[in-house]
C-alpha cells in the first residue's frame, strides 16, 4: 500500500502518514460526523472492522481532534459576526498566556489566532446578537484584560462560505 503524507517534511515530529482511504475517510466525517462506520465503510470499500480501526488511528494520531455540531449563529439570534484584530502592550509569553486564558472564556469569541503580517497580535472572530451586545462586550470585557492596548473592529457583511472540509 503506497502512503501519502499529510506533511512534506515525514521528520517533523507531528508527521503522520495517512493513505487515500484515510483522506475519503476524513472526507466523510467531516460532511457528515454522525455517519455510521457500515456508511463509512461501504463508501470507501472496506469491511467496518478496519475502518473502524482507521478512524480509531486517525484519532489516536491527533488529526480527528473531535466531533462537533455546526450551527446558524443567526437563528439564535446571534446576527453580527465580527473580527476584532487585537494589540497586546507587551509581547511576553506570560502577557500572552494570560490573554489566551481568558479570551477562551468568553462565549462571544469562536475563534482566536495570533497573526503575523500586521501590527496586531490577534484576531479574533466574535459573534453578538446586535450592536448592544457588541459594545458591552467591547467595553466591559474585551478591553479590561490586563495588556489589552488596541483593538480594531471589522464588520462582517456577509460570509462567502466556509469551507470547513480539509483532505
Do not use: W
Not at 497573526?115 to 466574535?126: A, F, I, P, Q
Not at 446578537?129 to 473592529?153: K, P
Amino acid at each position: 500500500m503506497t502512503m501519502i503524507s499529510r506533511s512534506a517534511d515525514l521528520n517533523h515530529p507531528d508527521a503522520f502518514e495517512i493513505d487515500n482511504v484515510d483522506r475519503q475517510i476524513l472526507v466523510l466525517l467531516q460532511q457528515d460526523a454522525r455517519m455510521s462506520i457500515t456508511d463509512i465503510a461501504e463508501a470507501v470499500h472496506l469491511s467496518a472492522t478496519p475502518c473502524a480501526r482507521r478512524i480509531k488511528r486517525l484519532e489516536q494520531s491527533g488529526i480527528i481532534t473531535g466531533y462537533h455540531t455546526e450551527v446558524n449563529p443567526q437563528k439564535l439570534g446571534y446576527s453580527l459576526a465580527i473580527y476584532i484584530a487585537v494589540s497586546m502592550d507587551r509581547h511576553t509569553a506570560e502577557r500572552f498566556a494570560q490573554f489566551e486564558d481568558k479570551i477562551q472564556s468568553f462565549d462571544e469569541v469562536v475563534s482566536c489566532s495570533i497573526v503575523t503580517g500586521r501590527s496586531e497580535d490577534y484576531l479574533l472572530k466574535v459573534v453578538v446578537r446586535d450592536m448592544a451586545h457588541y459594545e458591552e462586550f467591547l467595553l466591559h470585557r474585551l478591553n479590561r484584560i490586563e495588556g489589552v492596548s488596541q483593538v480594531h473592529t471589522s464588520f462582517e457583511l456577509r460570509e462567502v462560505f466556509n469551507r470547513g472540509i480539509i483532505s
